[in-house]
């Protein structure tokens, strides 16, 4: 049995997600944009309404929850990430379907740090709501005037003020925002600018009716504004919140940042195997249909070098993101971060590429809207900013190789 074996539980839930995809996830793909495009954009979708309910009755639900953020298995199915990898891949491979499992971004990383970081209330009042999918949330953290590769630049303010909190700050890509379910946010802002770089930090529960709160603009991706979900320029202007809503503590904004960003890439990584997957497959299917200078493309050189490519690339992202999972579960999300970073900027570059491959093989096909195809690739572009981008992970990767062959790159530095 090797690292990467799966477990008998772990193959048990996989076969019933591959039918339960096979049976409602991809028949109702038109069916959800159909949905989605009558009438309002930003209300709920009664079809996931519909798909919930079967799945958690299947015991689909609340897979993501590793038991290092659960360790008495009080709210998730207490799978590692090990096990939870392909699950993930499965569900990534149509962008909306992860919802349906209640395993969908921001609400698994945000769901995640209420369990790992919340109080008892702050878990009674948001935690079993997320879990039971009665309610949504978002993550606010970027800001639109700093570069938010480095979280310590983050201009917004929570200051204390009595028994509450008062917040001020303009955020943008604030994923989860535009849902009409959406109740609270997770908000990431300064609490004490004079404090150590990394110290200064805090995040706080912030309910999204709060006066103050208000929802400025749904900035779009390549012209798309993934709605029901959305990704929302907000403003917060003298929010007043409870100070009993402060996670963890004032000064521990970046410490949980780093601890919910963590799984939150390699269940991105995760979802873009996925992608990568069926965009080949779109490929291959599209490559024995379609006939060019008297042969089907597939009979073309060029184009079984594409399906080559693409194949050998896919197995190489899925390998690394299964050690980085492993050594997660085995070692901690700390000592993983060299390979969460490496995955981080492979997953996604790897993504674009075989996605871009399908599409010229589609051809005009390809960049409209009678494909997936459009749509993948503007969201594997964006995973090469989201949770960090490409030059900041490459950054960790390089340090940590570094740190192993024993160079100190502080000394070198001040030669």
Same mark, same amino acid.
């Given at each position: 049995?090797?690292?990467?074996?799966?477990?008998?539980?772990?193959?048990?839930?996989?076969?019933?997600?591959?039918?339960?995809?096979?049976?409602?996830?991809?028949?109702?793909?038109?069916?959800?944009?159909?949905?989605?495009?009558?009438?309002? $954009?930003?209300?709920?979708?009664?079809?996931?309404?519909?798909?919930?309910?079967? #799945?958690?009755?299947?015991?689909?639900?609340?897979?993501?929850?590793?038991?290092?953020?659960?360790? %008495?298995?009080?709210?998730?199915? /207490?799978?590692?990430?090990?096990?939870?990898?392909?699950?993930?891949?499965?569900?990534?491979?149509?962008?909306?379907?992860?919802?349906?499992?209640?395993?969908?971004?921001?609400?698994?990383?945000?769901?995640?740090?209420?369990?790992?970081?919340?109080?008892?209330?702050?878990?009674?009042?948001?935690?079993?709501?997320?879990?039971?999918?009665?309610?949504?949330? @978002?993550?606010?953290?970027?800001?639109?005037?700093? #570069?938010?590769?480095?979280?310590?630049?983050?201009?917004?303010?929570?200051?204390?003020?009595?028994?509450?909190?008062?917040?001020?700050?303009?955020?943008?890509?604030?994923?989860?925002?535009?849902?009409?379910?959406? $109740?609270?946010?997770?908000? &990431? /802002? =300064?609490?004490?600018?004079?404090?150590?770089?990394?110290? %200064?930090?805090?995040?706080?529960?912030?309910?999204?009716?709060?006066?103050?709160?208000?929802?400025?603009?749904?900035?779009?991706?390549?012209?798309?504004?993934?709605?029901?979900?959305?990704? &929302?320029?907000?403003?917060?202007?003298?929010? $007043?919140?409870?100070?009993?809503?402060?996670?963890?503590?004032?000064? *521990?904004?970046?410490?949980?940042? %780093?601890? *919910?960003?963590?799984?939150?890439?390699?269940?991105?990584?995760?979802?873009?195997?996925?992608?990568?997957?069926?965009?080949?497959?779109?490929?291959?299917?599209?490559?024995?249909?379609?006939? @060019?200078? /008297? =042969?089907?493309?597939?009979?073309?050189?060029?184009?079984?070098?594409?399906? @080559?490519?693409? *194949? &050998?690339?896919?197995?190489?992202?899925?390998?690394?993101?299964?050690?980085?999972?492993?050594?997660?579960?085995?070692?901690?999300?700390?000592?993983?971060?060299?390979?969460?970073?490496?995955?981080?900027?492979?997953?996604?570059?790897?993504?674009?590429?075989?996605?871009?491959?399908?599409? %010229?093989?589609?051809?005009?096909?390809?960049?409209?809207?009678?494909?997936?195809?459009?749509?993948?690739?503007?969201?594997?572009?964006?995973?090469?900013?989201?949770?960090?981008?490409?030059?900041?992970?490459?950054?960790?990767? @390089? =340090?940590?190789?570094?740190?192993?062959?024993?160079?100190?790159?502080?000394?070198?530095?001040?030669?």
């Amino acid at each position: 049995m090797t690292m990467f074996d799966t477990t008998p539980r772990a193959g048990e839930l996989r076969e019933r997600l591959l039918k339960f995809m096979d049976e409602h996830i991809y028949p109702n793909e038109a069916e959800f944009h159909r949905q989605v495009n009558t009438g309002d $954009r930003w209300a709920h979708v009664p079809l996931l309404d519909d798909l919930k309910p079967r #799945a958690r009755a299947q015991g689909l639900w609340n897979l993501f929850l590793p038991p290092a953020s659960d360790p %008495q298995g009080r709210f998730g199915a /207490g799978l590692s990430n090990l096990e939870y990898a392909g699950l993930c891949e499965i569900m990534g491979r149509v962008w909306w379907a992860p919802e349906v499992f209640n395993c969908s971004a921001p609400d698994t990383g945000n769901m995640e740090v209420i369990a790992r970081y919340g109080t008892p209330e702050q878990q009674e009042q948001w935690l079993l709501p997320l879990l039971n999918g009665d309610i949504r949330s @978002a993550f606010s953290m970027t800001e639109p005037q700093v #570069a938010s590769s480095d979280a310590t630049n983050i201009e917004a303010q929570i200051v204390r003020d009595g028994d509450d909190y008062v917040i001020n700050g303009r955020k943008w890509w604030t994923s989860g925002a535009g849902d009409s379910r959406c $109740r609270v946010s997770i908000f &990431m /802002g =300064k609490t004490d600018p004079h404090a150590e770089r990394h110290l %200064q930090q805090s995040m706080i529960l912030v309910p999204l009716d709060a006066p103050g709160v208000k929802v400025e603009r749904a900035l779009q991706v390549f012209g798309f504004d993934d709605a029901p979900h959305g990704h &929302m320029e907000m403003s917060f202007e003298n929010v $007043r919140v409870p100070a009993s809503n402060m996670l963890l503590g004032e000064g *521990r904004g970046f410490e949980i940042a %780093q601890g *919910r960003l963590g799984p939150g890439r390699i269940h991105h990584c995760m979802r873009l195997v996925g992608q990568a997957e069926r965009a080949l497959e779109l490929m291959i299917r599209r490559s024995t249909r379609r006939v @060019a200078f /008297g =042969k089907p493309l597939a009979a073309h050189q060029h184009t079984r070098e594409l399906i @080559a490519q693409s *194949r &050998m690339e896919i197995d190489q992202a899925r390998l690394l993101t299964l050690k980085a999972a492993h050594m997660m579960d085995t070692v901690g999300n700390k000592a993983a971060r060299g390979e969460i970073a490496a995955i981080k900027v492979v997953a996604p570059n790897m993504a674009l590429r075989v996605i871009d491959r399908a599409i %010229q093989v589609y051809g005009g096909e390809g960049v409209c809207q009678d494909t997936p195809l459009p749509m993948m690739y503007a969201q594997a572009r964006t995973l090469r900013l989201a949770d960090g981008p490409d030059i900041v992970h490459a950054e960790t990767v @390089a =340090k940590e190789e570094l740190r192993r062959q024993g160079v100190d790159l502080r000394a070198l530095s001040r030669r």
